[in-house]
Structure formats: structure tokens, C-alpha cells
């Protein structure tokens, strides 16, 4: 039995090297998606599985056995005006609570969009917010509001459209926080930051992402938020004012799909996320 009990401790330790092979720091959360569920780690946008589902095909697992699929559905009708602006809207996505949250967090994950994606016009995805400690869930959507300093943030990675490109495109932050400038139109709508040499993401292939938020100090624009694909920093943003206190902390992850103008189904793949307060890097291809 004790030989048995060494095994088993030693391939619990081998996995998780294979996991989270870099991270140092506090391993908040990881995912791998092979329990088969989502239990109460996890919230999702409607019980619907055609949004998303448990992913058991091969060619669509990065690594174990399952991976999690995700699908904004083609929009169903009449376009809407919004706010001045034309929608066909379609969501999916899962999110996460680390409460009461962290002064600096990392999200490693890797995503693959399938071989006929195309969000059209403009999608969000990738969010890593900082809610109210004591009323997290009071400051959810607030979409074209600016934040005041006490109430959130949010960084988000996504891809955009660019002519010539296909898509998804290329990659950037969509970013809310108090120093944001309005737009044309009087909303407060995420503000975008662009890596120095344009990165762009191509179908049908799985990408290492990892995006780290760093807080400010309150009182000073010392803030950061970076990204990194296949372990390569592709874009750092620095001197943000996030917040003005420190009732505000990262405490919360969507990792989703939202398509503005959403005509025909668009799906990718999710497998392998590990949350952390330090780099965590991609995932080792063999034991070391």
C-alpha cells in the first residue's frame, strides 16, 4: 500500500507540473475540463448546449481528453439599435469568481477558433474584472459606463477585424478603467491598446495566451496589464490608474464570446486554464 500511495503522489505531482509547469506564485483556479463538469466552479450564459458544451473530439482537445466548446449562435432576425449602434448580439460564455481578490493575478489559457470563424464585425472575449469586495455583483454590464475608481475594471484581450486579415484578426486590449476617454457618440466604450507590432491569430490552430493584470497603488498610475502567446510578451500597457481604492481587487474571469453582429455561428475551443499570481508560461511537452 505505501509503494501504491508513493505512485499515485508522484503522478499527482507530475500532472500538476504539466499543468501550471511555471507558476510560482498562488495558483488561484485551474481547469483542465476533464471532470466532465462544470459543477459550482463555474457559471454559464444559459443552460443551452449548443452555447457550450464539454468537447470530447480529438482534434479539438489540446490536451487529456475533453476541452470546452463555446458558440455565439448566428442572431435570429431583425437587427437592433442600441445606443446608436446596429446589433445582431449573441453571447456564450463561462465565468469565474475569486473573491475577495488579488492584488495581481495571471490567466494562462489555450483557445483554437474553428476553421470557418468569422465574428464579422467586432467580438469581446477574454475579461478579467475588478468588482466591489462587498457587492461583487452590483457592478456586472454597465456596458458604455465609465468606471468612477470605487466600483471596477475590466481588461479584456480580444481579437478585431482588420481589411486584408482573416479572421478572427489581429490581437488587442479592450480596456475600461477612470481614465478612459469617451467616444464620439457620449458612451464610455472600452478603450483599445495595440501591441507595437501587430499579432495576428490564425483559425484552426490552438494559441498559449496568458494575460496578466496588475493593481495600482491607490493614489498612483503605476497599473499594468500584458499579454503573452506561445510564451512570447506580445504587448505590456503600463502607467494605469485602475483604481482609487483598494476595496477594489481582480476577482473575477469571463471567458467568453460576445459577437456584435452575429450572422453566422462562431465556435472555438478552451482547454488547460490555470489562474495564478505569477507567470505561469505554457505547458511542458514532456515531464522533466
Known amino acids: 500500500m505505501k509503494s501504491v500511495k508513493i505512485i499515485l503522489q508522484l503522478t499527482a505531482a507530475a500532472l500538476i507540473t504539466l499543468l501550471m509547469p511555471n507558476a510560482y506564485g498562488e495558483v488561484v483556479f485551474s481547469e483542465d475540463f476533464e471532470s466532465g463538469t462544470l459543477g459550482d466552479r463555474w457559471e454559464r450564459y444559459k443552460e ?98 465609465k468606471p468612477d475608481g470605487t466600483d471596477r475594471f475590466i481588461a479584456n484581450v480580444e481579437p478585431y477585424r482588420v481589411e486584408g486579415v482573416s479572421p478572427p484578426g489581429q490581437i488587442r486590449f479592450y480596456t475600461y478603467w477612470p481614465d478612459m476617454k469617451q467616444s464620439p457618440s457620449g458612451y464610455y466604450w472600452g478603450n483599445h491598446f495595440y501591441p507595437e507590432k501587430p499579432f495576428t491569430i490564425e483559425r484552426d490552430r490552438w494559441y498559449c495566451f496568458e494575460m496578466m493584470v496588475k493593481c495600482n497603488e491607490p493614489g498612483k498610475k503605476d497599473g499594468e496589464q500584458a499579454l503573452w502567446v506561445d510564451g512570447k510578451e506580445v504587448m505590456r500597457v503600463e502607467g494605469l490608474r485602475w483604481r482609487d481604492t483598494e476595496n477594489l481587487k481582480l476577482n473575477m474571469l469571463i471567458a467568453g464570446l460576445y459577437v456584435h453582429y452575429c450572422e453566422r455561428d462562431c465556435t472555438y475551443w478552451l482547454d488547460d486554464l490555470v489562474i495564478s499570481t505569477e507567470y505561469v508560461g505554457p505547458l511542458k511537452t514532456q515531464l522533466q
Open 48 to 145: 443551452d448546449p449548443a452555447r457550450g458544451d464539454f468537447e470530447t473530439r480529438p482534434e479539438h482537445v489540446h490536451s487529456g481528453q475533453k476541452s470546452y466548446r463555446l458558440t455565439a449562435l448566428a442572431f435570429e432576425g431583425e437587427e437592433e439599435i442600441l445606443k446608436g449602434h446596429a446589433f445582431k448580439q449573441s453571447d456564450a460564455w463561462l465565468r469565474t469568481w475569486f473573491l475577495p481578490g488579488y492584488e495581481t493575478v495571471h490567466i494562462r489559457w489555450y483557445a483554437k477558433f474553428a476553421d470557418d470563424f468569422d465574428q464579422g464585425k467586432n467580438m469581446h472575449w477574454f475579461q478579467v474584472w475588478a468588482c466591489r469586495q462587498d457587492d461583487p455583483r452590483s457592478v456586472l454590464g454597465g456596458a458604455g459606463r
